[in-house]
């Protein structure tokens, strides 16, 4: 899965990210046990990450009976059935999330919306210092397909990610597209016995990019202990707190 240069990149380095714990949910619109393509690109992602100590974790979001809504857990409003809160705690512990989604009609899975729907149902919540809960978390993108869009697809998901309150590194998506229309997905086998998209140093290039980033950013904010709190913290903004209330966490 991983080339020279990327097997060199492990060796070489030299910083402990072995307490960070990461996330990769695929939005394929396929069912378990079908392959997915975006399954495929997700491994040179994650095979860079649990060389280098990460902890890793993926899911299959068709996995899971997710309720259309915006909050928690659609069961209190309405939902005869919502996975999501078996899913949360998944996300809650990461540091790093990354969401992997198809392209289809040049825009992000239906299920990689629902995805970003269920994150932003969490908007509400807060950390320890009153930050938005995502705050202190990295989030990165990896696109598939047969049509043009990756740049595309990242723009959306990446503000999304970001809006709710993850931090989103330099060059934190990547993606192959094969030949427009009908034919060869990432990673099948083609007629000469290669894999589709693994000779694409683009693509390789890129993923590898996007998930040293990830670790990087991830571990600068794991040590700084997250992002600072001073002018970022909604606790100012509770109703009845004054800007010159006498606490000197916020002067």
């Given at each position: ?51 280098n100590g ?57 299920v ?123 606790e100012?903004?509770?109703e ?12």
């Amino acid at each position: 899965m991983l080339d020279a240069t990327q097997e060199r990149l492990c060796d070489e380095n030299t910083t402990d990210f072995g307490d960070l714990k990461a996330l990769f949910i695929n939005c394929t619109l396929k069912y378990s046990p079908e392959p997915s393509h975006t399954d495929t690109l997700m491994d040179m992602a994650e095979a860079i990450m649990t060389r280098n100590g990460v902890s890793v974790e993926r899911i299959r979001a068709t996995d899971y009976d997710l309720a259309y809504g915006v909050y928690p857990d659609m069961t209190e409003h309405g939902a005869k059935r919502d996975d999501w809160p078996q899913v949360w705690p998944k996300v809650e512990a990461a540091d790093i999330v990354v969401l992997g989604t198809p392209i289809w009609l040049g825009e992000k899975s239906s299920v990689c919306q629902l995805i970003i729907e269920k994150l932003y149902a969490h908007s509400g919540q807060t950390n320890a210092k009153g930050q938005y809960i995502f705050y202190g978390k990295v989030g990165g993108c990896l696109v598939t397909g047969n049509e043009d869009g990756i740049k595309h697809v990242a723009m959306g998901t990446l503000y999304a990610m970001q809006h709710v309150g993850f931090t989103i590194p330099p060059q934190a998506d990547a993606g192959w597209i094969g030949e427009a229309g009908p034919g060869a997905s990432y990673g099948d086998e083609l007629d000469d016995g290669t894999r589709a998209g693994f000779d694409n140093d683009f693509t390789r290039r890129n993923t590898t990019f996007m998930t040293w980033n990830l670790m990087h950013y991830a571990r600068m904010l794991k040590d700084a202990g997250g992002v600072p709190a001073h002018g970022n913290s909604r606790e100012l903004w509770n109703e009845g707190c004054r800007f010159d209330a006498p606490n000197p966490e916020y002067r």
